[in-house]
């Protein structure tokens, strides 16, 4: 029995800019992951690509992650292109990794599920229902609210929402994705919203405004910790959900889990690719600022 498991496509990235071209790994999963690997929780990982990129999952091992990897056709490729030089991007989907099944994760032992969609049928309605019934599952809902025509990414809704979020215990979205979602522009009335349709705990990251967190019965409004320098903010909801998976799996309140994930965020932000730190340097941004 684990801990804590992530279930979700690691993602080949291709970034172009008019300086240079860089091919690396990505994904809530990946992003995920690494944080995770810094806190003592035995964890697990769950992720699907294909043969010639199993140098990602590679980094992931040799950085003692447990790790295990599903056959699939093709791994998720983006293409992110920023044709100048500012935060406009082009995003683009070269392949799409084959959906997780329900027969591949029968055996999936953990206390706490973490579902990583990257695009809408990654993870199936029924996978997740399965799921639910011997653990606490937790979703980043992004993927859902992907859907690829041509090879681009086009904004869209998830049909199956009320269908799947009473099987879901703790939610993560971003202000866009709250709005996508229930069409409330206000994330106390969106995440009210999510909770009456049977998410236990809502999550709404919102950058450096903080974010907010509704379990039926209060609001709790987490600013963020200012970072040291702002340098790369790729993988910081997942950042962010990792130490707050991790503090509410030792049974920490809401409060306390959502200052330790936005620590561990604050952390990330200041340097470029995954989280590398320690317990004791979110515990120390934590109490050299008092937010709580």
């Keep these: 029995m684990y801990d804590l498991c992530c279930i979700g496509h690691l993602t080949h990235d291709k970034i172009v800019t008019p300086d240079h071209t860089v091919h690396m790994a990505g994904g809530t999963s990946f992003y995920f992951s690494h944080a995770v690997k810094s806190l003592p929780v035995h964890y697990h990982l769950i992720t699907a690509l294909a043969k010639e990129d199993d140098v990602f999952v590679d980094e992931l091992k040799n950085a003692g992650i447990e790790t295990t990897v599903l056959a699939s056709t093709h791994t998720v490729y983006f293409e992110n292109i920023y044709p100048d030089k500012s935060d406009n991007r082009i995003q683009k989907v070269l392949h799409k990794a084959d959906p997780f099944q329900i027969q591949e994760l029968q055996n999936v032992r953990s206390k706490y599920i973490h579902l990583g969609p990257l695009l809408a049928n990654d993870i199936s309605i029924d996978l997740i229902q399965h799921l639910a019934k011997n653990a606490t599952v937790s979703l980043d809902v992004q993927g859902y609210l992907r859907e690829v ?144």
């Excluded at 236990?200 to 019965?217: A, R």
């Excluded at 790729?234 to 330790?260: P, S």
């Excluded at 932000?269 to 109490?287: H, L, M, R, Y």
């Design 149 to 292: 025509k041509n090879e681009s990414v086009i904004p869209t809704d998830w049909n199956d929402k009320q269908k799947a979020l009473p099987y879901i215990s703790i939610l993560k979205a971003s202000e866009t994705e709250a709005e996508t979602l229930t069409g409330d522009t206000k994330m106390e009335t969106a995440a009210k919203r999510l909770f009456d349709w049977g998410v236990k705990e809502v999550v709404i990251t919102s950058g450096s405004k903080g974010s907010l967190i509704y379990d039926g019965k209060k609001l709790y409004k987490i600013p963020a910790y200012k970072p040291t320098i702002t340098k790369d903010a790729t993988g910081c909801g997942d950042t962010y959900m990792a130490g707050y998976l991790y503090q509410r799996l030792k049974e920490a309140d809401i409060a306390y889990a959502g200052a330790f994930g936005a620590a561990m965020a604050a952390i990330k932000i200041a340097a470029s690719g995954p989280f590398n730190d320690t317990e004791a340097a979110i515990q120390k941004v934590i109490t050299a600022n008092d937010i709580l």
